[in-house]
Structure formats: structure tokens, C-alpha cells
């Protein structure tokens, strides 16, 4: 630690020492008992990947070569189901033909992938994609109520989401964290030298450069999770310089959510709205994605309706939990804060930020358990503390403009999207489909998982506005 760093910020050093005899009364946090470090949740700050694997995942060998040659086949003759009409009639047998021998495939045990786990999340994200392959290339006009996802991936998929202790189903990890390869393995892992979108449904640059600016932000969160780290590593937080040294890590917490901001920011030039809503998109949906869609019916599965297979969503990114349980954003309105939920905010779903850590590596999760489990919660130090109150703020109020950024965001690719008019060469009969099925919806528009979006999103700003500590 250097000298420099025990000092206040040349602007609020007045003001700090004049509050830091009251601070050092008020806060009598003890030192905590040794914690778990981040590397045994599989989080890797030591290599900079954070939530991202410490290398790319490896193809997969026999017998389960079957699994990346469906895979590779895919996303060569498949087509999005709905932009089939019956006059394309060499394309739907096409896909018809590849989903037969997805039916015939043998029904693997995966006993042998269980005690590596880059294996394991290879084969989650193969099967997982397969899925998402079988069901939305084929035509709606062909589906009744539901559809049937085959045992030959049911069962495989069943198998590794419960060792990983993940959905079933494609998810954030398997999009966007587990999604790359190196361009040189012979050089380093950093974000130079890594390629993402490594598969693709679409196959459109606007997928590619989605998964690449999702990846990135992960990869600035890195950042984040460090300062958690090292908060939680300080011997105590009652000695001035741990009190000089919250602030100093509260400084870069703020910094390092305007990395974030930065990198949504940079996504609306990267990625085209247009081809993002109508061609990408819907292969991310899954059966909980809004009631006008089939339901899946998992075969071999007593009741495939308990199941969580929403599909992939931005509300699974663990750096984005991580920071918000650091700042105790009270998402489930449990706790008494001004201002009071307005009536919107009682109407949003509370339990989605909980629901959406179902859709995430089991070890990431009880990464996030363990920082909810603080024994020195950062906003509780922060309100015993009034020097410390003025940092916290200003990261809550960074991170507030990240949410109001993302529902501009979200504003401008999925809701303008929905009620405007699909790229060139989308045909007419697909826009019509989308069209009739959004009407008998009759609804406001959804995210992925089927939430109402905008309703979700203001409830995640408020909550957040809800933190600030009130500085007299």
C-alpha cells in the first residue's frame, strides 16, 4: 500500500477530518473470520477473466463428436423456423432432415465429462444450443401447443446442468462467457486476443458483435470484482486507514461503472437494432418467453414446466448481481427506503434478479451468496460512517446512470424494434406471424424471459435510487 493512498482526496480533506472522529465512534465493525477466496467459486481475478473461464473451452471427443458436428451442421443449414414459409420448401427439409438425426442420436451418459469442468460446460453449451437449434427451425405452422425437445439432448443436457448447477437451457454463460476462442493460443488471454460469438444461430455480425460488447463489459467488470475482494480482505473497517482506504476503493468502484457505461455505450454502434430484434433474438427465447409461445416439453421429464428454461438474458450476468448485493440494492423492496416504491414498482416482478442466479453456474451463485453473507455489509459501514457516506453515493449514483443508459438501450433495440418494420428480406409472412402473435399477446413488450421490460427495468432504477444515504 502507498502512502498517498491513505489520504482523502484533496477536495473533501477538510470536510473528512471533521467527520472522521465521529465515523471512527459510530462504525465498530470487527474483523471479519477468514473468507472463501474468489478463485474457489471459479471467479478469476487473478487472471482477469472474472466470471469468464481462465482459458476456451475445448471441443468435446468421442463419442460426444457427435454433439459438435450436429452443432456445426446447425448453424450451416438451419434457418430461423419462422422465416420459412411453405414456398421454401428445399430449406424446411432441410431442417427437418437435421432434426431427425437429432432424434436418432444415441443417449450418451456423461459420467465421464464429470471431473473436468471445462468439458462439462462444453457440453452444456453444445446441447444447450442444440436445443435452441431443434426448436426454433421449425415452423411455427407446423407446431401445435407445444413442442417436444428429444431424450438423445434432454437427457445429456439434464445431466451437466445439474453438475454445473445451471438451467437447462441456453443461458448468459453459455452465449457470452463460454463463448470464445483465442485468435493466437500462443499469446496471452486478454480481450485483444480473444474472438467471441466462437457459435452463432444467426450468423449475422449484429449476434457477433452482441455477444463481443457483452463479453467486454464482463471483462471491465473485472474491475469490480477486485474491489470486492479487497474490501472484504481489509482487517478491519474501524482504524483511519481502512476508512481512507473504503473511500479509495469506492472512488474506483465508481470509475469502474463508467467502464461499463462506456462499453453499453459503444454497443449501440456495434450492433444493428434491426437485425439484432428480428433475425438473433428469437433464437434466444426459450418455453417461459411470453404465453404465445409453444411450451417445450422435455422428454423423459416428469414435468418439464418446473423446469427453468427461459433462455438467455442480461439480468444473468453475475458481475451486475455482484455489484449490486456490494451496494445492497434492495431489488425485492424488503427493506424501509425513501423514496417509497411507487404503484409501478409494487407491480414489477421482485423476484426476477433472484430468479435469473437459477440461470447461472452453481459456483458463481454461491459467489454471490457469499457477498450477500457479509458480516460488514459496505452500505451499513457506509451509513454508520459519514465520511464514507459521500463515496457511496456517488457510486450508487454512477450506477444509476448505467440503468438510466440501459433503458435507453433496451428502449431502442427491443421496444422502437417491435413496433417498427423488419430489415430488407425478411419475409412478409414472418413479419406477418410476429405481427398477429404480438397482437394476440395484447400486452406491453417483453425481455427474453418474458418479463414486461420497461415495468422491469424502471423498478431495477428506482431500486437503486432507493440506496442513496441521506448525507446529513
Known sequence: MYPIDLLPSPGHFVSDILSLVRSLQASRRVTPDAQPSPADFDVNIVTNTGFLPPSPLPNLQKPYDIWEDALAEAQRVLKLGENLPETHTEERAAGELWRERIRSMPVLETDSLLADSQLLRRAHQVVAFLVHFYVHSIPPDTVSESIVVPRPLVAPLMAVSQALGIAPVVTFADVVLWNWE???????????????????????????????????????????????????????????????????????????????????????????????????????????????????????????????????????????HALDLFLDIDHKLQQRRYPAPSQSNKKADHGFMERMRRYMPGKHRAYLESIARSPRPLRSVAQETPVVREYYNAAVGTLKKLRDLHMRVACLYVVTMSRGKPPPGCPMAAVMRRMEREAARQGPVTGTGGNELSLLLKAGRDATTRAFLTTN
Open 182 to 320: 483465442l485468435v493466437d493460443p500462443e499469446l496471452p488471454v486478454n480481450m485483444e486476443n480473444m474472438r467471441f460469438g466462437r457459435h452463432l444461430f444467426s450468423g449475422t455480425e449484429a449476434e457477433r458483435n452482441f455477444y463481443h460488447g457483452s463479453a467486454r463489459t464482463e471483462l471491465v467488470g473485472v474491475e469490480i470484482l477486485n474491489i470486492i475482494n479487497e474490501y472484504h480482505s481489509l482487517p478491519n473497517v474501524t482504524e483511519i486507514s481502512s476508512i481512507f482506504r473504503i473511500n479509495k476503493l469506492l472512488e474506483r468502484l465508481s470509475l469502474a461503472i463508467e467502464g461499463i457505461n462506456t462499453s453499453i455505450q459503444a454497443m449501440r454502434d456495434e450492433v444493428d437494432p434491426q437485425v439484432f430484434f428480428w433475425e438473433a433474438r428469437p433464437w434466444w427465447n426459450g418455453s417461459a418467453s411470453g404465453s404465445f409461445a409453444p411450451a417445450w416439453i422435455y422428454e423423459g421429464v416428469a414435468d418439464s414446466s418446473k423446469l427453468d428454461l427461459c433462455g438467455p438474458s442480461a439480468g444473468q450476468s453475475s458481475v451486475m
